[in-house]
């Protein structure tokens, strides 16, 4: 039996390292090392730290067996609060992110596990919506837990600043 359990803000540092792995995987190349490390591990350690009850953000990980410390699989999960319709009275729609498995403990159940855990931590908050984005290699996971293609188009604004300090838009 895998064993999962909820992140805490000692679990920053190595949520941080899995986000790397995860964005090594999709973007084909490792990430900079940069402030978005340091920046990440700060909303970890403040989002991952309050009362369960009342958290809008949760992690659950899988420990490694062999090094104390570290961990070999994760998934992330907010809260959104928007205002509710028809589909969705009371508006609580849920992002599942990072989900990442350290490269030689691939295909073993942990990732499953992890997301399972945050879908019941959903289900827990009553967030009957839950979004995602999947890679091709990702995708049969989260149909087999029922996950479905959405069919209306997503858009997005990027604005702002890079870590280069150059402006940045589209």
């Known amino acids: 039996m895998i064993e999962v359990r909820a992140a805490g803000p000692d679990d920053a540092a190595e949520l941080v390292r899995l986000r790397g792995v995860l964005l090594t995987r999709t973007g084909g190349r490792a990430p900079a090392p940069g402030e978005w490390q340091r920046l990440a591990a700060q909303t970890l350690r403040e989002r991952l730290a309050g009362p369960d009850t009342d958290a809008t953000m949760a992690a659950y990980v899988v420990d490694a067996p062999d090094r104390p410390g ?17 589909e969705n009275p009371s508006g609580r729609v849920g992002y ?8 030689g403990h691939r295909r073993r159940g942990y ?15 009553d967030v009957r919506k839950i979004d995602l984005s999947a890679t091709a290699e990702a995708e049969p ?24 300090g150059r402006s940045t838009a589209g």
């Open 96 to 103: 599942l992110f990072n989900v990442a498995t350290d490269p």
């Open 70 to 86: 570290a961990l070999v699989a994760c998934a992330v999960g907010t809260i959104e609060s928007r205002l509710g319709g028809p």
């Open 141 to 164: 996971l989260y149909r087999s837990l029922g996950f479905t293609r959405r069919s209306e188009p997503a858009m997005r604004l990027t604005s702002g600043r890079s870590d280069s």
């Open 111 to 125: 990732a499953r596990a992890c997301v399972a855990e945050l879908l019941s931590w959903y289900r827990r908050r």
